[in-house]
């Protein structure tokens, strides 16, 4: 059936997870690399204001766990990748969403891209590894904007790797942002 209620049935597709998922799920991604020529889309989006508890999303499962605990996001590589061929994607994931609830990405490497963009939204990063991305003049990894203090942003717990850019190579911040035992 592939609507994503079990990994017998998971989507085939990254993007369409993301967009057709009830709203009150946690996403878990298996393994694997995931491109955004193969998924024909821009970037991976977590946009929309229907996540009145927010949205979760787990990299980092073998596709045999029954539970988030689980999961081992070192052991099983979570690879989202804007390689698009012939060039990388500008922006690759994006999170901007009005809602009460947190948008969390957790236990992901992002590489070969642009940045992950998030505004207008309170959002969660960690266990996520940034390499290999790259901005003509906006950030490598990471760029933050807009919205209030109370849509606070935390990135815990990732590395940023070879990642340029003319302003912000791996991170670039234009709200509250913390960042937490990241190197």
């Known amino acids: 059936a592939n609507n994503g209620t079990s990994w017998a049935d998971a989507y085939e597709q990254l ?6 998922a009830p709203a009150t799920c946690h996403i878990w991604v298996a393994e694997g690399t995931y491109t955004l020529a193969s998924e024909s889309a821009n970037s991976f989006e977590l946009s929309g204001a229907s996540y009145p508890d927010g949205r ?34 500008t922006e690759m994931i994006r999170i901007s969403v009005a809602n009460p609830g947190p948008v969390m990405l957790d236990g992901f490497t992002v590489t070969d891209g642009g940045y992950l963009y998030g505004n207008n939204c309170r959002t969660i990063i960690r266990n996520c590894i940034f390499t290999n991305n790259s901005g003509a003049m906006l950030p490598g990894a990471l760029y933050i904007r807009g919205g209030s203090e109370s849509e606070y942003v935390t990135v815990s717990n990732c590395a940023f790797i070879r990642n340029s850019a003319v302003y912000g190579g791996a991170v670039y911040v234009m709200r509250s942002t913390e960042l937490i035992d990241c190197t």
Do not use: C, I, P, Y
């Not at 993007?15 to 057709?20: A, E, F, I, K």
């Not at 980092?60 to 070192?74: L, N």
């Open 15 to 20: 993007t369409n997870g993301l967009v057709s």
């Open 56 to 89: 979760r999303v787990f990299g980092g499962f073998a596709a045999t766990e029954t539970t988030e605990t689980q999961r081992s996001w070192t052991a099983n590589k979570t690879v989202l990748s804007g390689d698009l061929g012939a060039s990388n994607a």
